[in-house]
């Protein structure tokens, strides 16, 4: 029964707002008091310091978007406070843009930031902003709408474009902390934040960049082709158009007795045909299929060279290989230079056949 008064009174004490145990709950805040950010934008400032700016508000909505300065993002997200017409409330943040300057000197402060800030969440989708600052992004985004609707829009239809893939601050975080490199979708700081490519991060610092068919490659690579369009030549001379709806990937591991000289990388691809001849015969789509490997082999050679000269696993080569060859776990994983590798890749394409049958 005594246990039962004191938990009584114990609620009731949490429940009044009273001052000494404000540590244990947060102050209740009306929701008509609170201004809901959706996208947050970390810049640098000076050597050393970093500009916040934040974004709320939907095509629906009026879009806020405040800015603060500080030597640490939480001292800048403070002074945003006194920026905003109410309470700026971040639990409800879906993207984290990080401009390239930033990330020239580093991600890791932002992104963990993220992962021990206690309204944030590590399912956040993180973009590196190219040739520009998050803060310019945010600002033209809001120009028309705002940058939350773009960003997901883009990642909506990553898709669609086979040129993007979304990574969330958990999938970056985890692949530094395990390969010591990783990759992140990139956008223009335009007023669409148009996808261009992937920034490549090596020790939590952006080393290079993967675009155009490599960026393409790294698609393959994780699978993320639902609607690669491929234009290819048949026999005749004509062009035919295929749409890759899927690519699987394996890493093999090439060997020197019990050194390690090589990983081959090698895709199956399964595409439709989208325009061309409506019925072709077997040779022509044998053709086909053999033109589309090459291309994808291509492109998937440009993503691991990339690998090699930048010597950053940004692919997790290494760690794929060691899922399928446990046995080799501490050999893979050990500390050797993928410069000094022979990075590999290969295609095999299939080509619906039931697609000819149906015109």
């Given at each position: 029964m005594k246990k039962s008064v004191l938990l009584v009174l114990l609620l009731m004490l949490l429940l009044t707002g009273c001052r000494r145990y404000s540590g244990i709950l947060p102050y209740a805040r009306e929701i008509e008091d609170m201004e809901l950010m959706r996208t947050l934008g970390v810049d640098q400032a000076g050597e050393s310091g970093v500009v916040v700016t934040a974004s709320g508000g939907t095509s629906?909505?009026?879009?806020?978007?405040?800015?603060?300065?500080?030597?640490?993002?939480?001292?800048?997200?403070?002074?945003?406070?006194?920026?905003?017409?109410?309470?700026?409330?971040?639990?409800?943040?879906?993207?984290?843009?990080?401009?390239?300057?930033?990330?020239?000197?580093?991600?890791?402060?932002?992104?963990?930031?993220?992962?021990?800030?206690?309204?944030?969440?590590?399912?956040?989708?993180?973009?590196?902003?190219?040739?520009?600052?998050?803060?310019?992004?945010?600002?033209?985004?809001?120009?028309?709408g705002s940058a939350t609707d773009r960003l997901e829009a883009l990642a909506a239809d990553a898709a669609l474009t086979a040129n993007s893939m979304p990574r969330t601050v958990k999938d970056v975080l985890a692949e530094l902390d395990r390969q010591g490199a990783s990759f992140l979708p990139a956008v223009l700081a335009d007023d669409g934040l148009t996808a261009a490519g992937y920034g490549i991060l090596k020790d939590g610092v952006l080393v290079g960049w993967a675009e155009g068919d490599a960026a393409l490659g790294v698609n393959l690579i994780f699978g993320k082709v639902d609607a690669d369009v491929?234009?290819?030549?048949?026999?005749?001379?004509?062009?035919?158009?295929?749409?890759?709806?899927?690519?699987?990937?394996?890493?093999?591991?090439?060997?020197?007795g019990d050194t390690l000289t090589g990983f081959q990388v090698h895709c199956k691809v399964d595409a439709n045909l989208a325009e061309g001849s409506a019925m072709p015969d077997e040779a022509t789509l044998t053709a086909l299929e053999e033109e589309l490997a090459r291309t994808e082999a291509a492109r998937m050679a440009q993503a691991l060279e990339l690998s090699r000269t930048l010597d950053a696993d940004y692919l997790g080569l290494r760690h794929s290989a060691a899922f399928r060859k446990p046995w080799r776990k501490e050999a893979l994983l050990g500390g050797f230079s993928m410069a000094d590798l022979t990075l590999e890749a290969s295609a095999q394409a299939v080509i619906q056949r039931s697609y000819h049958a149906d015109g």
């Open positions: 629906q909505e009026e879009t806020e978007v405040v800015t603060g300065e500080a030597g640490a993002i939480s001292a800048a997200v403070l002074e945003l406070q006194g920026e905003g017409s109410f309470y700026l409330y971040f639990g409800h943040v879906t993207q984290l843009l990080l401009g390239e300057g930033l990330a020239k000197r580093g991600v890791l402060p932002s992104l963990d930031y993220v992962l021990r800030d206690v309204e944030m969440r590590l399912e956040t989708a993180v973009y590196l902003v190219r040739d520009g600052t998050a803060g310019q992004a945010i600002e033209a985004a809001a120009d028309d491929v234009e290819v030549q048949a026999p005749d001379g004509t062009t035919t158009v295929l749409r890759v709806v899927g690519a699987a990937t394996s890493v093999k591991p090439v060997w020197d």
